[in-house]
């Protein structure tokens, strides 16, 4: 049963709007999120995290949120950007367990110029 | 700086054959990791090594074997693949900062892995 779910396989926005992604977790142990961002033919790249003790965490164009009463994150997007144009694979780890990451499957964002 | 590199790129293999694939790193990092990609489900960890000389399991780790001789090689191997093991491939390293979230993970271009 996996304990981070993406459940948009998939979405396409316009350029200059607001992209959203979402993502889902079971474990309410977790106290730290990443978001991962991953072209095609490379290997994932870092992107933006936050903390479990935070609610909000913005670097230039990246904002996430964490909702932990719902178990909750997402990551928005604005302005969208057609280098924007990836998957993204949300995760979360476990401070007790080290550096072990558990992750989503990953939503695709189109962005069409 | 070539940071995280993997060989080879592509590999196809008939049940049962064996091979091995490398992980190179040249950012002097303690931790490496290596975790398997499919489709909707994300990345899994493998097997992951905290140092030298040592390895341990993840989440995924059967029918996969180990090996960090150097700090600066993580090998993958898979004695009799199957099937199943048709994945992409991924290492990756990291500074090595137990308990720190901020121990960025920095991951290779991936293998892409065949089994008929």
């Known amino acids: 049963d996996q304990q981070v779910k993406q459940n948009s396989p998939s979405l396409s926005v316009q350029e200059g709007r607001i992209s959203i992604l979402n993502c889902d977790y079971t474990?309410?142990?977790?106290?730290?999120f990443l978001w991962y961002k991953k072209y095609p033919a490379e290997g994932p790249t870092f992107l933006i995290s936050?903390?479990?003790?935070?609610d909000k965490n913005e670097d230039g164009r990246f904002t996430v949120f964490l909702n932990k009463s719902a178990k909750h994150l997402s990551l928005h997007i604005v302005p969208s950007q057609p280098g924007d144009s990836a998957v993204y694979f949300c995760?979360?780890?476990?401070?007790?367990?080290?550096?072990?990451?558990?992750f989503g499957g990953g939503t695709r964002l189109m962005v069409k110029p | 700086n070539a940071g995280v590199t993997q060989t080879p790129k592509f590999r196809v293999l008939k049940t049962g054959q064996s091979m091995t694939l490398l992980c190179a790193q040249d950012?002097?990092?303690?931790?490496m990791y290596w975790y398997r990609q499919d489709p909707g489900m994300g990345l899994r960890l493998i097997h992951y090594?905290?140092?030298?000389?040592?390895?341990a399991k993840g989440e995924v780790p059967d029918g996969y074997n180990v090996s960090r001789l150097k700090k600066q090689n993580f090998l993958l191997g898979l004695e009799s693949a199957a099937p199943s093991q048709t994945s992409v491939y991924f290492c990756?390293?990291?500074?090595?900062?137990?308990?720190?979230?901020?121990?960025?993970?920095?991951f290779g271009p991936g293998t892409r892995l065949t089994v008929l």
């Open positions: 474990n309410s142990m977790f106290d730290y």
């Open positions: 936050i903390s479990s003790i935070k």
């Open positions: 995760a979360a780890l476990l401070g007790y367990a080290g550096n072990m990451l558990t």
């Open positions: 990756a390293s990291s500074l090595g900062l137990a308990g720190v979230p901020r121990d960025e993970q920095f």
């Open positions: 950012m002097n990092h303690e931790y």
């Open positions: 090594s905290v140092g030298e000389g040592t390895t």
